[in-house]
């Protein structure tokens, strides 16, 4: 099992650019999530899907999107680009529930705006 | 003000050492894990504990529900272990608050 994979691994954009990072999963899990993580902060959940078809807001959902059209596959679009969305991105799995569930992460996405 | 505190924010250790991180939380949760983020960034779930104690190899979590307080033990600390360790409170089944980290070096 590849585990949870997050493409592309760096990325530099410009200011009002849009973009997509990947994330897929091979271990059937219905649970999957997007974090960023910055300098001195903890994790912070950005959107979550319970399943394909469903997805919800995490605590700083705006200036993204998501979708999840298939079990293995979350991808986190970035509508238009700001500097304030330089981060690292997670991606996580887990079986159920992120509270009662190990949760699985991806190697993560390191995003530059500038 | 973070649910989560962590401490210390940073520990340096010689090879061998007993290392205690800590971490409390200041509302009740339904579980407490605990995450270790390796130097190249990737994470991994080490313990998802809820009472009591749980032991992986030379590694220890407890939890006392009662003072709000988890303890992540490492017994025999080698270099492999240096990385960041989050302390992570989980508040019904769905909202995690994730500590700040501790940053941890062990030196030969």
């Known amino acids: 099992n590849a585990g949870v994979t997050q493409t592309p691994k760096f990325q530099v954009l410009k200011t009002g650019q849009s973009m997509t990072l990947q994330c897929a999963q091979d271990?059937?899990?219905?649970?999957m999530s997007w974090y960023r993580q910055d300098p001195g902060m903890g994790l912070r959940l950005i959107h979550y899907s319970v399943g394909a078809g469903i997805t919800d807001q995490g605590e700083v959902p705006n200036g993204y999107n998501v979708s999840r059209s298939t079990t293995e596959d979350f991808p986190l679009r970035l509508l238009s680009a700001a500097p304030s969305q330089t981060s690292v991105y997670f991606c996580?799995?887990?079986?159920?529930?992120?509270?009662?569930?190990?949760?699985?992460f991806g190697p993560g996405t390191r995003l530059t705006v500038t | 003000k973070n649910e989560v505190e962590q401490s210390p924010q940073n520990l340096t250790a010689q090879e061998g050492e007993f290392i205690t991180i800590n971490c409390s939380y200041s509302?009740?949760?339904?579980?407490l894990h605990w995450l270790q983020q390796h130097p190249g960034g990737g994470i991994v779930s080490l313990f998802m504990l809820s009472s009591g104690k749980k032991k992986h190899g030379r590694l220890i979590a407890t939890i006392n529900i009662q003072e709000k307080h988890s303890s992540l033990h490492i017994t025999a600390s080698h270099p492999r272990d240096s990385a960041v360790y989050i302390c992570?409170?989980?508040?019904?089944?769905?909202?995690?608050?994730f500590g700040t980290g501790t940053r941890l070096q062990v030196f030969p």
């Open positions: 509302v009740g949760i339904s579980a």
């Open positions: 271990m059937n899990h219905e649970y």
């Open positions: 992570v409170g989980s508040y019904n089944t769905d909202k995690l608050i």
């Open positions: 996580a799995s887990s079986r159920g529930r992120r509270g009662f569930y190990e949760q699985y």
